[in-house]
């Protein structure tokens, strides 16, 4: 089956927003990362920085996400409590899931980061990708593009791994995170970023 929706997961330092904007340009497809917190700031009415921290501050009313997580699709492939966002109140978490579902209803569009695959798991045409590294790969490849030392840069993985595992249990209820919950994982500790697409894009075509 052909996919049109690509979510990937990521580790900070493992290549998964390189390897998104390639598998992009390889199949055709808009790229999504920032976009989701603007188009959600702009229904708000309120700056992107402050959507960007309703995802990492606790407090925020998450029952609407935690349903997307939890009911199955309908046989359109939509769960039915993500369509009735519009009739929620205007929470900053909400916008973000609203438009993460919306982006992935127009299609042939990848979607990285805010924890896209498991609101969209069981969405007929999509393909859920990981993306991942071991830590000392990953603080050498974070070190490398910034100007971070590695200890500094070690520091940042470490808080960036504790922060995810945090999202992922305070939006979806996600205990623990599993290999499967996605289709494919690409460990760029051997594949760099470009055969990584290039395999995410065989995968994606069927």
């Not at 497809?29 to 402050?50: H, K, L, T």
């Not at 470490?158 to 499967?180: I, N």
């Amino acid at each position: 089956m052909e996919c049109k929706v690509i979510s990937i997961s990521r580790s900070l330092g493992a290549g998964g927003e390189e390897i998104g904007r390639l598998l992009a340009q390889e199949l055709g497809f808009r790229y999504a990362d920032e976009e989701i917190i603007v188009r959600a700031a702009e229904r708000a009415g309120v700056s992107p920085q402050a959507v960007a921290a309703a995802e990492r501050t606790p407090g925020l009313i998450t029952r609407i996400l935690e349903a997307m997580a939890r009911t199955p699709p309908d046989p359109e492939g939509w769960a039915a409590s993500a369509l009735a966002l519009a009739d929620a109140p205007p929470d900053y978490a909400a916008l973000i899931g609203q438009v993460i579902v919306e982006t992935a209803r127009e299609g042939n569009v990848v979607i990285v980061a805010h924890g896209a695959s498991i609101p969209l798991a069981g969405v007929s045409g999509l393909l859920r990708v990981l993306v991942t590294a071991s830590p000392p790969t990953r603080v050498a490849r974070l070190a490398r593009e910034t100007d971070l030392s590695e200890r500094a840069a070690g520091k940042a993985v470490k808080d960036s791994d504790r922060q995810r595992r945090e999202y992922l249990r305070r939006f979806y209820g996600l205990g623990r995170e599993l290999p499967t919950h996605y289709d494919l994982v690409l460990n760029t500790d051997l594949l760099p970023p470009p055969l990584a697409a290039q395999v995410a894009a065989r995968a994606a075509r069927g």
